[in-house]
C-alpha cells in the first residue's frame, strides 16, 4: 500500500489507466497534481482486477468459483470475502425477481455456446434444454454468513458473469477512496462508476452507444442514445447486438430467459441501468432484458429504478425510460 500526498503547487489534471481483464479491458481515470505513482496505482487496480477474476471466473478451472461448481453434492464450501458478497447479492436479485434473474444458468448459459465450452450454429435440443434446467434453482443454494460458506446440493454451476465486473469496478473504486483519491472514473468491459469532479469542476459525462456501433469508435453524438452524468453512480448497459449467433433466419442472443431455457424473445437492442453502486445495476441489466420491456419497466417503476430500454421497432430504434432515469437526465 502507498499513500498520495497532495501537491501544494501542481494543479490537478486528469490522468488515464487501462489494462486487461476477465477476457475484456479496463480504464480508470484518476484527477491527481502528478503522475508519479501512476505505475504503482497501475499494480494496485490489476491485483484487485486479478482477484476478482481469479475468484469468480468460470473460463479458469483452479478458480474458486469453478471449484464450487465441481464440488461433490452436499458439501459446504468456504468462500472468500469478494465471491461471498457478490453471490449473496446475486441470489438476493434473483428472490427479487422470482428466478427471472438466476446465477445458477450456468448449465443453459454453456449449453447454448455462450459460456466457456464450444460456441453453437445450432440451438440445442429440447431433451438436452431440459436436462440443463434440471440443474438450474437458485433456491437450491445455502448460504452460511457466520463462515462464508455456500452449499452444494449437488450439479448446481455458478455463472456470476452478469454481476462480476460491476462489482469489480466497485472494488476499485474503493480502493481508489481508500487511497484520498476524490474524483475518479473506473470501467469494467463497458460497467461504469464515477465519482467527485473533474478539474474543471465538471461531473465525469458518459453517452450511451446507440446499438450497432463498434466498441470504440462512436465518433459522433448521432451514434449516441443519451449523455448522463456518473458522478457518485453506476451504470450498466446490456445489449443483444456483441454475442448471439443466427441459425434458420433467426438470431439467438447470449441472454438466457432462465424460466424457459432459451435466449429471450423480446426485441431489446440493449438496456441501460443506473444505480449506486455497479454490483447493483450490473445483475439489472440482464434481469431487465429476460423481464422485457413491458414487465421489466412495470418492475423498475415499482422499486424507483433508473432503466433505459432501447428496442427494435417497426421504424428503428425506439426508447423506453423508466421515471427514475428520466429524472436522472434532467438532473
Given at each position: 500500500m502507498f499513500t498520495l500526498t497532495p501537491s501544494m503547487t501542481l494543479p490537478l489534471a486528469v490522468r488515464s489507466l487501462q489494462g486487461e481483464t476477465m477476457g475484456t479491458t479496463w480504464s480508470?481515470?484518476?484527477?491527481?497534481?502528478?503522475?508519479?505513482?501512476?505505475?504503482?496505482?497501475?499494480?494496485?487496480?490489476?491485483?484487485?482486477?486479478?482477484?476478482?477474476?481469479?475468484?469468480?471466473?468460470?473460463?479458469?478451472?483452479?478458480?474458486?468459483?469453478?471449484?464450487f461448481n465441481r464440488a461433490p453434492a452436499g458439501t459446504w464450501q468456504v468462500l472468500p470475502a469478494e465471491c461471498f458478497e457478490v453471490v449473496a447479492h446475486?441470489?438476493?436479485?434473483?428472490?427479487?425477481?422470482?428466478?427471472?434473474?438466476?446465477p445458477t444458468v450456468g448449465p443453459l448459459v454453456n449449453l447454448w455456446g455462450f459460456g466457456p465450452e464450444a460456441a453453437r450454429r445450432e440451438p440445442p435440443s429440447d431433451d438436452a434444454i431440459a436436462v440443463a434446467r434440471a440443474r438450474i434453482g437458485w433456491w437450491k443454494l445455502k448460504l452460511d454468513a457466520a463462515t462464508q460458506s455456500l452449499y452444494q446440493p449437488g450439479g448446481v454451476y455458478l455463472d456470476l458473469s452478469s454481476v462480476a465486473k460491476g462489482y469489480?469496478?466497485?472494488?476499485?473504486?474503493?480502493?481508489?477512496?481508500?487511497?484520498?483519491?476524490?474524483?475518479?472514473?473506473?470501467?469494467?468491459?463497458?460497467?461504469?462508476?464515477?465519482?467527485?469532479?473533474?478539474?474543471?469542476?465538471?461531473?465525469?459525462?458518459?453517452?450511451?452507444?446507440?446499438?450497432?456501433?463498434?466498441?470504440?469508435?462512436?465518433?459522433?453524438?448521432?451514434?449516441?442514445?443519451?449523455?448522463?452524468?456518473?458522478?457518485?453512480?453506476?451504470?450498466a448497459t446490456s445489449g443483444d447486438y456483441r454475442r448471439h449467433f443466427e441459425a434458420a433466419g433467426r438470431s439467438f442472443s447470449h441472454h438466457i430467459d432462465p424460466r424457459t431455457g432459451r435466449p429471450v424473445p423480446h426485441g431489446v437492442a440493449s438496456v441501460s441501468v443506473l444505480a449506486g453502486s455497479a454490483m447493483q445495476a450490473d445483475p439489472m441489466g440482464t434481469l431487465m432484458t429476460v423481464l422485457g420491456p413491458e414487465h421489466g419497466l412495470a418492475?423498475?417503476?415499482?422499486?424507483?429504478?433508473?432503466?433505459?430500454?432501447?428496442?427494435h421497432g417497426e421504424h428503428g430504434l425506439e426508447e423506453r425510460l423508466s421515471p427514475a432515469f428520466a429524472a436522472a437526465l434532467a438532473a
Amino acid at each position: 500500500m502507498f499513500t498520495l500526498t497532495p501537491s501544494m503547487t501542481l494543479p490537478l489534471a486528469v490522468r488515464s489507466l487501462q489494462g486487461e481483464t476477465m477476457g475484456t479491458t479496463w480504464s480508470v481515470r484518476v484527477v491527481l497534481s502528478s503522475d508519479a505513482l501512476l505505475h504503482a496505482l497501475h499494480d494496485g487496480i490489476q491485483a484487485r482486477l486479478d482477484r476478482v477474476d481469479e475468484q469468480m471466473s468460470t473460463y479458469k478451472p483452479q478458480s474458486v468459483l469453478s471449484r464450487f461448481n465441481r464440488a461433490p453434492a452436499g458439501t459446504w464450501q468456504v468462500l472468500p470475502a469478494e465471491c461471498f458478497e457478490v453471490v449473496a447479492h446475486a441470489l438476493q436479485v434473483a428472490r427479487n425477481s422470482g428466478g427471472a434473474y438466476d446465477p445458477t444458468v450456468g448449465p443453459l448459459v454453456n449449453l447454448w455456446g455462450f459460456g466457456p465450452e464450444a460456441a453453437r450454429r445450432e440451438p440445442p435440443s429440447d431433451d438436452a434444454i431440459a436436462v440443463a434446467r434440471a440443474r438450474i434453482g437458485w433456491w437450491k443454494l445455502k448460504l452460511d454468513a457466520a463462515t462464508q460458506s455456500l452449499y452444494q446440493p449437488g450439479g448446481v454451476y455458478l455463472d456470476l458473469s452478469s454481476v462480476a465486473k460491476g462489482y469489480s469496478v466497485d472494488l476499485v473504486g474503493r480502493y481508489l477512496d481508500s487511497l484520498g483519491i476524490g474524483a475518479w472514473l473506473v470501467e469494467v468491459g463497458g460497467e461504469m462508476k464515477g465519482q467527485g469532479m473533474k478539474p474543471d469542476g465538471r461531473p465525469w459525462r458518459i453517452g450511451i452507444e446507440r446499438p450497432g456501433a463498434a466498441t470504440g469508435t462512436v465518433e459522433r453524438m448521432d451514434q449516441l442514445s443519451q449523455v448522463v452524468t456518473l458522478s457518485g453512480r453506476a451504470i450498466a448497459t446490456s445489449g443483444d447486438y456483441r454475442r448471439h449467433f443466427e441459425a434458420a433466419g433467426r438470431s439467438f442472443s447470449h441472454h438466457i430467459d432462465p424460466r424457459t431455457g432459451r435466449p429471450v424473445p423480446h426485441g431489446v437492442a440493449s438496456v441501460s441501468v443506473l444505480a449506486g453502486s455497479a454490483m447493483q445495476a450490473d445483475p439489472m441489466g440482464t434481469l431487465m432484458t429476460v423481464l422485457g420491456p413491458e414487465h421489466g419497466l412495470a418492475y423498475a417503476r415499482e422499486r424507483g429504478l433508473a432503466v433505459l430500454f432501447i428496442l427494435h421497432g417497426e421504424h428503428g430504434l425506439e426508447e423506453r425510460l423508466s421515471p427514475a432515469f428520466a429524472a436522472a437526465l434532467a438532473a
